[in-house]
């Protein structure tokens, strides 16, 4: 990624991903976001921020190899989302009133390209999806359903958790050392044989490195 994370980004996320609390304020320390009992006030943008977000995402999207289109708002594809970005129609939609500088517009590229579409294509066994769920402690779970208003009995709503947890990692850009993608990849290895071998910090950050990956092979 273009801006690498600073020495204390990589402090404030050093704990994630299982640690819950972190997410939530690495998301407000990093991009500024108000604390979720707050409300959420959305300017509106004109075409001149909807082409300078349109200007910081050039290099990513040509190393990427994915454009998104970027509109003022998600209420201009019809849809009311508190979101930043969202795939439609298997295109990632980026809403520029949602961005306020270009760190977090390259994160929100991050999360909308690899992290649901690029995870979504990746995932596409729902086994897989299943067992991360499985290996969450509780509380985890518990948050991540609330947040998402799903079920934790559900079984295509665990799926789901799952595919946006990744997202959210991959919104944060943690990069793992050589050695650290070495131990995941050997890891998975293993799992092959034995299944149940539980998922530790690294593996959960493997996935969506290897739908970065993907992405870039076109």
């Given at each position: 990624?273009?801006?690498?994370?600073?020495?204390?980004?990589?402090?404030i996320?050093?704990?994630?991903p299982?640690?819950?609390?972190?997410?939530k304020?690495?998301?407000?320390?990093?991009?500024?976001?108000?604390?979720?009992?707050?409300q959420i006030?959305?300017?509106?943008?004109d075409?001149?921020?909807v082409?300078q977000?349109?200007?910081?995402?050039?290099?990513?999207e040509?190393?990427?190899?994915?454009?998104?289109k970027v509109?003022?708002?998600s209420?201009?594809?019809g849809l009311t989302l508190d979101?930043p970005a969202?795939?439609?129609n298997?295109e990632?939609?980026?809403?520029?009133?949602?961005?306020?500088h270009?760190k977090m517009a390259?994160?929100?590229?991050?999360?909308?390209?690899v992290?649901?579409l690029?995870?979504e294509?990746?995932l596409?066994?729902n086994k897989?999806?299943?067992?991360?769920?499985?290996?969450?402690?509780?509380?985890?779970?518990?948050y991540?359903?609330k947040?998402y208003?799903l079920?934790l009995?559900?079984?295509?709503?665990q799926?789901l958790?799952?595919?946006m947890?990744?997202?959210?990692?991959a919104?944060l850009?943690?990069?793992?050392?050589?050695?650290?993608?070495?131990e995941?990849?050997?890891?998975?290895c293993?799992?092959?044989?034995?299944?149940?071998l539980?998922?530790e910090s690294?593996?959960?950050?493997?996935p969506w490195?290897?739908?970065?990956?993907?992405l870039?092979?076109?």
């Open positions: 990624m273009n801006s690498a994370v600073s020495l204390q980004e990589e402090a996320v050093d704990s994630l299982i640690n819950i609390e972190a997410i304020k690495a998301f407000i320390q990093l991009h500024q976001l108000p604390a979720a009992n707050e006030i959305r300017e509106t943008v075409a001149a921020h082409m977000v349109k200007d910081w995402l050039q290099d990513l040509r190393e990427l190899g994915v454009k998104a509109v003022a708002s209420q201009e594809c979101a969202a795939v439609i298997d990632p939609v980026i809403f520029a009133n949602c961005i306020a270009q390259l994160d929100v590229f991050e999360y909308v390209v992290g649901l690029g995870i294509r990746l596409k066994d897989t999806s299943l067992r991360l769920f499985a290996d969450l402690n509780q509380d985890t779970q518990e991540l359903v947040r208003q079920s009995d559900n079984v295509e709503d799926v958790v799952v595919k947890y990744l997202a959210d990692l919104s850009n943690i990069r793992l050392t050589w050695l650290q993608r070495r995941a990849w050997q890891r998975q293993v799992r092959l044989l034995y299944p149940k539980k998922y690294q593996d959960w950050h493997y490195l290897k739908a970065r990956r993907s870039k092979k076109g």
